[in-house]
């Protein structure tokens, strides 16, 4: 997963100049089936929509696996990866399935769903692993989200970048409500609990030739 469709994580990464504000800790409550979170993100001139949502459950084996999906829209393009997986979404104890869809809304009829090997998913772990966490969660606060007035903390962060969070437990997946610093910014756009899956049809399986085991 080395598209350039996820390079926007990147940027992400710059609010982590601050270690006191982040460590393996808390996070935003376990999402559940059927709950999803948007985003939109400023990074210098790039403008996107940031979704993370659970569309899904089934049983694999003795376990419960959840569908989860993460869309990215930009605007020519729709990159969005759904993914099986066993336990946390940020930290899966197992993927068992990975399907890639790029959507080029000018020409929306070549757009196939594409399912690729899931060893071929170490990037996307180890972006979603660096989303930030709290363990110093800063001031209560009361924020406002849409019509309904949330807990929430906020946190002024330090380095060159400067962020301001505002983090709130009652948020799924990360927590995050709001990061800002002078060159990008990050807005909790919406949330909900009826999520539905943005890949409706049966994907292209994908099998990738493995050079190192030719001999």
């Known amino acids: ?30 999402a559940e089936n059927g709950d999803w979170v948007t985003y939109s993100i400023y990074s210098g001139k790039e403008k996107m929509e940031l979704k993370l949502a659970i569309v899904g459950e089934e049983k694999e084996g003795d376990e419960k696996a959840i569908w989860f999906e993460l869309l990215v829209r930009t605007r020519e393009l729709d990159y969005i990866i759904k993914r099986l ?8 104890d197992r993927v068992i399935r990975q399907i890639v869809k790029v959507v080029n809304k000018n020409r929306p009829e070549y757009s196939p769903a594409i399912e690729v090997p899931v060893d071929h998913s170490d990037k996307v772990d180890d972006t979603l692993k660096s989303f930030p966490c709290f363990d110093e969660i800063g001031e209560k606060i009361q924020y406002k989200l849409g019509k309904k007035k949330i807990d929430a903390y906020i946190a002024k962060g330090e380095g060159e970048t400067k962020p301001t969070i505002i983090f709130s437990e009652e948020i799924p997946f990360f927590g995050i409500v709001k990061i800002e610093s002078k060159q990008s910014k990050i807005d909790l756009l919406n949330m909900g609990r009826n999520a539905s899956t943005e890949i409706t049809e049966e994907p292209i399986r994908l099998m990738i030739q493995d050079d190192n085991k030719i001999k």
Do not use: A
């Not at 982590?16 to 376990?30: A, D, F, I, M, T």
């Not at 066993?86 to 899966?92: H, R, T």
């Open 1 to 30: 997963m080395d598209s350039k469709y996820l390079i926007f994580f990147i940027f992400l990464l710059t609010y982590l100049e601050s270690p006191n504000l982040y460590s393996e800790c808390n996070r935003g409550r376990k």
């Open 85 to 92: 997986i066993v336990g946390d979404p940020i930290k899966p």
